[in-house]
């Protein structure tokens, strides 16, 4: 039987692969895992924080979280439409013994996800996923009556708390910055135009109309042509892009330009390290990160560790070290002295103090390093793990690493969802990774047969 749990969360189409009765299950499974936490002073009950975004599923979805919550003897409070992030900061905030977000990201509307947060806002890891979902096949837990069952409570500052924390994480105001905001018609449709109004700078919000059905619909972090339009259109110093819970961000600058994660993370570990703030000089990123950044942190002095894909390896080496940045190319940048998961309000907010205490454009601050040309090709084969571990497969990324010396890589990867190897190939020219990686692909393609 396949893992429930994926890389981040449970996630699927909603009614159909993440039913509300598979929701109440969950909750409750986590409840009865989470059980041991302090319970609340005032009601003797443990409690969990519940946030969502925008989806119609999501109310759906919250109301079954929220009786697995009850059901198992935990106080739901509610905070609404809130960013993942926000979730993460709230659970540690009102000292909570977990929280739950329901939202699939950047995934269409169709879908749906449930991930969760232990106390301090962390996410979880493998292990204790598998433990919820071992409890999950487990009906058999104590079910309270009376008065312990638990209450759903709906928390009326939880978004003026996370405002506060945004405020506290900057010490230079925004005055005199335009920015256009991009909300994705998501979680941040209130709170990120809310948030960087109160460090001063001008702001003009788009796809900031959510009604249930219209997330991540050409717009957002994976859609970024109508916010490269408004830039232009309103002559903003930049332009800031979020998915549908916010956990993202990605930039525009005032020429259009897209500034992706690996930008944004070589601008913030270089100011950091500026400040004496960045933790044994060394930056966080995955495998997937430009050889553009690797570059650029080497000649800033900067050591750059790489983890896998996904946000969650990037934390835990964030964690192990107790490093002070890290992110992914996709806009998952994490601050932990700020934060313990990644947000795109904050990245924004970092970003754009950046501008404000240099007084540079964003486009000079992003051009300390020079993205190299990349190709990438997944190639569907029947056994991606006996492809990629194969003899002939290995020897040809080893020639292709060999030809393209200092000034290129090769990445090659089994898919983490797809029966699919993914051919990735950087290099000076456009050209020379294109033929590199097409050579490649053959290979891949051949032993796939």
Same mark, same amino acid.
């Given at each position: +039987?396949? #893992?429930l749990f994926g890389t981040d969360g449970v996630r699927g189409l909603a009614n159909d692969e993440l039913t509300p009765e598979l929701a109440l299950r969950l909750a409750s499974a986590a409840a009865v895992v989470f059980e041991a936490g302090s319970a609340s002073e005032a009601s003797g009950r443990p409690?969990?924080?519940?946030?969502?975004?925008? $989806?119609?599923?999501?109310?759906?979805? !919250?109301?079954?979280?929220?009786?697995?919550?009850?059901?198992?003897? %935990?106080?739901?409070?509610?905070?609404?439409? %809130?960013?993942?992030?926000?979730?993460?900061?709230?659970?540690?905030?009102?000292?909570?013994?977990?929280?739950?977000?329901?939202?699939?990201?950047?995934?269409?509307?169709? =879908?749906?996800?449930?991930?969760?947060?232990?106390?301090?806002?962390?996410?979880?890891?493998?292990?204790?996923?598998?433990?919820?979902?071992?409890?999950?096949?487990?009906?058999?837990?104590? $079910?309270?009556?009376?008065?312990?069952?638990? #209450?759903?409570?709906?928390?009326?500052?939880?978004?003026?708390?996370?405002?506060?924390?945004?405020?506290?994480?900057?010490?230079?105001?925004?005055?005199?910055?335009?920015?256009?905001? =991009?909300?994705?018609?998501?979680?941040?449709?209130?709170?990120?135009?809310?948030?960087?109004?109160?460090?001063?700078?001008?702001?003009?919000?788009?796809?900031? !109309?959510?009604?249930?059905?219209?997330?991540?619909?050409?717009?957002?972090?994976?859609? +970024?042509?109508?916010?490269?339009?408004?830039?232009?259109?309103?002559?903003? =110093?930049?332009?800031?892009?979020?998915?549908?819970?916010?956990?993202?961000?990605?930039?525009?600058?005032?020429?259009?330009?897209?500034?992706?994660?690996?930008?944004?993370?070589?601008?913030?570990?270089?100011?950091? $390290?500026?400040?004496?703030?960045?933790?044994?000089?060394?930056?966080?990123?995955?495998?997937?990160?430009?050889?553009?950044?690797?570059?650029?942190?080497?000649?800033?002095?900067?050591?750059?560790?790489?983890?896998?894909?996904?946000?969650?390896?990037?934390?835990?080496?964030?964690? #192990?070290?107790?490093?002070?940045?890290?992110?992914?190319?996709?806009?998952?940048?994490?601050?932990?002295?700020?934060?313990?998961?990644?947000?795109?309000?904050?990245?924004?907010?970092?970003?754009?103090?950046?501008?404000?205490?240099?007084?540079?454009?964003?486009?000079?601050?992003?051009?300390?390093?020079?993205?190299?040309?990349?190709?990438?090709?997944?190639? $569907?084969?029947?056994?991606?793990?006996?492809?990629?571990?194969?003899?002939?497969?290995?020897?040809?990324?080893?020639?292709?690493?060999?030809?393209?010396?200092?000034?290129?890589?090769?990445?090659?990867?089994?898919?983490?969802?797809?029966?699919?190897?993914?051919?990735?190939?950087?290099?000076?020219?456009?050209?020379?990774?294109?033929?590199?990686?097409? #050579?490649?692909?053959?290979?891949? !393609?051949?032993?796939?047969?």
């Amino acid at each position: +039987m396949a #893992r429930l749990f994926g890389t981040d969360g449970v996630r699927g189409l909603a009614n159909d692969e993440l039913t509300p009765e598979l929701a109440l299950r969950l909750a409750s499974a986590a409840a009865v895992v989470f059980e041991a936490g302090s319970a609340s002073e005032a009601s003797g009950r443990p409690r969990a924080v519940v946030g969502r975004d925008p $989806r119609a599923s999501g109310e759906m979805l !919250e109301a079954a979280v929220c009786a697995g919550l009850a059901a198992t003897g %935990v106080d739901a409070i509610r905070v609404g439409v %809130v960013p993942t992030p926000a979730v993460a900061f709230l659970t540690a905030d009102y000292r909570a013994d977990f929280g739950v977000m329901i939202s699939a990201s950047h995934n269409p509307m169709p =879908d749906n996800g449930i991930k969760f947060f232990s106390d301090g806002g962390h996410k979880l890891d493998d292990a204790v996923e598998d433990r919820i979902e071992a409890a999950m096949a487990d009906d058999d837990f104590a $079910r309270p009556i009376g008065a312990a069952v638990g #209450r759903v409570v709906d928390a009326s500052d939880a978004g003026d708390r996370y405002r506060a924390h945004l405020a506290a994480a900057i010490g230079h105001r925004l005055d005199g910055l335009t920015v256009v905001v =991009d909300c994705a018609h998501g979680a941040a449709f209130e709170l990120a135009p809310q948030a960087y109004a109160d460090a001063g700078a001008d702001v003009i919000a788009i796809h900031a !109309e959510p009604d249930g059905l219209n997330i991540n619909e050409d717009c957002g972090s994976t859609h +970024m042509d109508k916010l490269r339009a408004a830039v232009l259109e309103h002559g903003a =110093d930049l332009g800031l892009a979020h998915d549908g819970d916010a956990d993202r961000c990605l930039a525009v600058d005032s020429t259009g330009q897209v500034v992706d994660g690996d930008a944004i993370m070589a601008i913030l570990a270089t100011a950091l $390290r500026s400040r004496d703030r960045l933790r044994d000089n060394v930056l966080v990123a995955t495998v997937m990160s430009n050889l553009g950044l690797h570059i650029a942190m080497r000649e800033a002095g900067i050591t750059l560790r790489t983890t896998a894909v996904g946000d969650r390896y990037v934390l835990e080496e964030l964690r #192990r070290g107790n490093y002070s940045l890290g992110g992914e190319q996709s806009g998952h940048i994490v601050v932990p002295g700020s934060g313990t998961t990644g947000d795109g309000i904050l990245t924004g907010l970092l970003l754009m103090e950046q501008m404000a205490v240099t007084g540079d454009r964003i486009a000079d601050l992003a051009g300390i390093m020079t993205v190299l040309p990349q190709e990438l090709i997944n190639v $569907r084969v029947a056994d991606k793990h006996a492809v990629a571990q194969s003899q002939i497969v290995k020897q040809a990324v080893t020639d292709a690493e060999a030809e393209l010396g200092d000034h290129g890589r090769v990445l090659l990867r089994p898919s983490g969802t797809e029966q699919l190897v993914r051919v990735m190939v950087e290099a000076g020219s456009a050209d020379t990774a294109r033929v590199v990686a097409r #050579r490649i692909v053959d290979v891949v !393609e051949a032993a796939g047969s």
